[in-house]
């Protein structure tokens, strides 16, 4: 790996970066911030939408069946949304990084086609589940829903596995520049994959349970008290509410991780610029020249965190050699965004220790208007927090694409102005975007005009409160 590093090195400092990298970079970066919204929903929608369905047969529960039956629906829109989105990143990767996908495809395309069986999985089964309201027996329609769950998260474990990989590559035998052989097992279940698919497993529950939650208590604070309301509020929120104390275990065991297997991210994160001892945990802060500029120092606590003891010794950027070392710009970034994630994540949890004292002293949710204002927000804050976490995961393994392997700048496609594609992806993604919201806005409008108490047992083409959808067959 020194070798390699070397060459690399070398290679960097005897030629400029090509004018390709900054369009193609931020092409990248918009897409990838826009896709990974709808992962959440992909992931744990449909979870949600079970937890509903399962509670609405078992207790007799119509408001809870009403609920799962309109979060399909959501579900189906946004996993179209995904569809479109994905494809588009698919494509930029062969357009945009041709090196990455010359050299590297034979180990890097193999997660991306197990991610393309997952995707036609859960297209066929959330069809089969959406088309079987009303036309298939409560259980057996149920069990449909299974499949889409367990698909998506096999999805999301597949993109995760190709991420982690360029993180920590393995899995293959170079010989000459060239792949020559390839481990499938290794290539998927790399170093870095249990510990990232984990965190995004959690993050995905902890962001669609806060968006749910959020758009119930904004009704709440609108005079909308139903038992319909209180139901869809608190589904998500619980789901929320468990997943997030073992995303913030689970994130201090990442931390300590990433410390041992990618010291210059932790470098970055920590913004260290000297390897050193007793170092502290600098909040906020930018580098500035190679030097932390504007930052509160926790002393001693970034070794505390890292090796349980004050004398932890951290690797910093100056044991980065020059020509691969981070810009002060990146370091920057990765530390201000691992920030954000991490004082939005408490956050939350103040909020998740609220609603637990509010339900301890037996007080109606519907009245705690402070609170409910705070969850109201609470799904933009979860979703912050989920883009900070990818930039400092994006950001933090720059300059490289593949760690140790291959430099960003060399994984670049080096033909044509780049820029108006970039423009044309922006305007796609605009009216992708726009259409959405539209159509979820005319479904909300056509739910309202329903009115919460129209609610029945959504089974049977006789019966249920989307009855109007049901064609009519000759003869009837």
Same mark, same amino acid.
């Given at each position: 790996m020194t070798d390699t590093l070397q060459v690399l090195a070398q290679h960097l400092a005897s030629a400029g970066d090509p004018p390709q990298l900054l369009p193609a970079r931020q092409?990248?970066?918009?897409?990838l911030g826009f896709h990974i919204i709808l992962v959440p929903f992909g992931v744990a929608l449909t979870t949600l939408m079970l937890i509903a369905n399962h509670r609405g047969l078992r207790r007799d529960d119509p408001e809870a069946l009403l609920l799962a039956r309109r979060w399909s629906k959501v579900a189906a829109v946004l996993f179209a949304v995904g569809a479109i989105t994905g494809t588009v990143l698919s494509f930029e990767l062969g357009i945009l990084w041709p090196g990455l996908m010359g050299r590297f495809g034979a180990a890097f395309g193999f997660p991306f086609a197990?991610?393309?069986l997952f995707f036609f999985l859960e297209a066929i089964f959330v069809s089969i589940y959406i088309y079987g309201w009303d036309r298939l027996s409560p259980w057996v329609h149920f069990w449909t829903g299974v499949?889409?769950?367990? +698909? +998506?998260? *096999? *999805?999301? /474990?597949?993109v995760i596995a190709a991420n982690s990989w360029m993180n920590q590559p393995g899995g293959f035998t170079l010989?000459? *520049?060239?792949?020559?052989? #390839?481990?499938?097992?290794?290539v998927f279940f790399n170093g870095a994959f249990w510990w990232e698919m984990l965190h995004m497993l959690l993050a995905a529950y902890i962001v669609a349970g806060f968006v749910v939650a959020s758009v119930y208590a904004a009704g709440m604070l609108r005079g909308r008290t139903s038992r319909y309301h209180r139901t869809g509020f608190l589904i998500g929120f619980l789901t929320a509410a468990v997943a997030l104390p073992l995303q913030l275990v689970?994130?201090?065991?990442?931390a300590r991780y990433v410390f041992q297997a990618?010291? !210059?991210?932790? @470098? /970055?994160?920590?913004?260290?610029? +000297? $390897?050193?001892?007793?170092?502290?945990?600098?909040?906020?802060?930018?580098?500035?020249?190679?030097?932390?500029?504007?930052?509160?120092p926790v002393p001693d606590m970034a070794s505390l965190l890292a090796g349980f003891r004050p004398s932890t010794r951290i690797s910093g950027l100056n044991a980065i050699p020059a020509q691969v070392r981070p810009s002060d710009q990146a370091v920057s970034t990765v530390h201000l965004a691992f920030d954000v994630m991490v004082g939005l994540s408490f956050a939350l949890l103040a909020l998740v220790l609220w609603f637990v004292w509010v339900w301890w002293r037996r007080r109606p949710i519907s009245?705690?208007?402070?609170?409910?204002?705070?969850? @109201?927000?609470?799904?933009?804050? !979860? #979703?912050?927090?989920?883009?900070?976490?990818?930039? $400092? $995961?994006?950001v933090g393994r720059q300059p490289w694409t593949v760690v140790g392997h291959l430099l960003t700048r060399d994984a670049v496609t080096t033909q044509g102005n780049l820029w108006?594609?970039? !423009? @044309?992806?922006?305007?796609?993604?605009?009216?992708?975007?726009? *259409?959405?919201?539209?159509?979820?806005?005319?479904?909300?409008?056509?739910?309202?005009?329903?009115?919460?108490?129209?609610? @029945?047992?959504?089974?049977?083409?006789?019966s249920g409160a989307d009855l109007a959808d049901v064609p009519v067959e000759a003869g009837e």
């Open positions: 092409q990248m970066a918009f897409t197990i991610e393309g499949p889409v769950a367990l +698909s +998506s998260i *096999g *999805g999301a /474990a597949a010989r000459d *520049g060239r792949v020559v052989a #390839v481990r499938p097992v290794e689970v994130g201090d065991t990442i990618e010291p !210059a991210k932790f @470098a /970055a994160i920590e913004l260290l610029p +000297s $390897t050193a001892t007793h170092v502290p945990e600098t909040l906020g802060g930018i580098l500035v020249d190679g030097r932390v500029r504007y930052g509160i009245r705690q208007r402070w609170f409910l204002r705070c969850c @109201a927000v609470s799904g933009l804050a !979860a #979703v912050a927090c989920l883009e900070s976490g990818w930039i $400092t $995961t994006e108006p594609l970039f !423009a @044309a992806v922006l305007v796609i993604y605009a009216a992708v975007g726009v *259409g959405a919201v539209a159509v979820l806005v005319s479904i909300k409008r056509r739910w309202q005009s329903e009115g919460d108490d129209s609610v @029945a047992v959504p089974y049977g083409p006789r």
